[in-house]
């Protein structure tokens, strides 16, 4: 069965500097990739989505790559800020769209 | 912002009793989700559901759940006789687009407790 595995340790940086969050996949050719924020207590909430036929997708502080050659993700927040703390969810599908495998997140603490 | 809607926020409930945990999705959404959260770990896909039928259902997802669009506006998820097991945060999410293809719309959530 398919494994979507984030870095369970937390995170921590320092206020301004860039976080790099990892999301790395086996047994699995997702078509879509999406990346989430939560935080205690709360729902997930959408941030970003990326194709299997993109490289790169960019919102504002935020960047996600997708490798499908290393199955692998990565999530930036460039001059993060401590409003960014939280846990950040990677999410994939295949080609059935009804439903999304999420991995169990890293928490990301940044000090002020 | 639109928002989807859950209530309660919180239920708690003896094992063996029936629970109905309900939403409210976003009024122009036709994708409707539930997932759950057993504390500490992954979010968990349940079922999905589109015009009036369910698209697919997990292992989880068993004759113990049912849901439910009893009019145009709830999405309910029903769990006939609860274990301890169900313990967990249940959340209703929709989307516009089959592909979620700008995110799914997750609500707060409902802790559903039993004892």
């Known amino acids: 069965s398919q494994k979507i595995e984030q870095n369970s340790e937390a995170l921590n940086i320092q206020e301004g500097k860039t976080a790099t969050l990892t999301c790395n996949y086996t047994?699995?050719?997702?078509?879509?990739l999406q990346w989430y924020r939560q935080d205690p207590g709360r729902g997930p909430v959408f941030l970003l989505l990326i194709r299997e036929n993109e490289k790169e997708k960019r919102k504002e502080r935020l960047k996600v790559t997708f490798d499908t050659t290393l199955k692998q993700s990565l999530f930036h927040i460039t001059a993060s800020q401590p409003a960014d703390s939280a846990t950040y969810l990677c999410?994939?599908?295949?080609?059935?769209?009804?439903?999304?495998?999420f991995g169990s997140g890293t928490k990301l603490n940044v000090k002020p | 912002e639109p928002e989807v809607t859950q209530t309660p926020s919180h239920q708690v409930t003896q094992m063996g009793q029936e629970v109905i945990l309900r939403c409210v999705p976003i009024?122009?959404?036709?994708?409707f989700y539930w997932y759950r959260q057993i504390l500490g770990q992954k979010v968990e896909f349940l079922v999905s559901?589109?015009?009036?039928?369910?698209?697919?259902k997990s292992e989880i997802f068993d004759d113990q759940f049912s849901v439910e669009r009893p009019d145009g506006s709830n999405f309910t998820l029903k769990i006939r006789s609860t274990k301890l097991e169900d313990s967990a945060m249940y959340f209703c999410?929709?989307?516009?687009?089959?592909?979620?293809?700008?995110?799914?719309?997750f609500g707060s959530g409902t802790r559903l407790t039993v004892v």
């Open positions: 009024s122009n959404h036709l994708y």
């Open positions: 047994n699995y050719s997702p078509a879509y």
């Open positions: 559901f589109y015009n009036n039928e369910i698209s697919e």
């Open positions: 999410a994939l599908t295949g080609d059935n769209f009804n439903k999304f495998y």
């Open positions: 999410a929709s989307s516009r687009w089959a592909t979620g293809l700008y995110g799914y719309t």
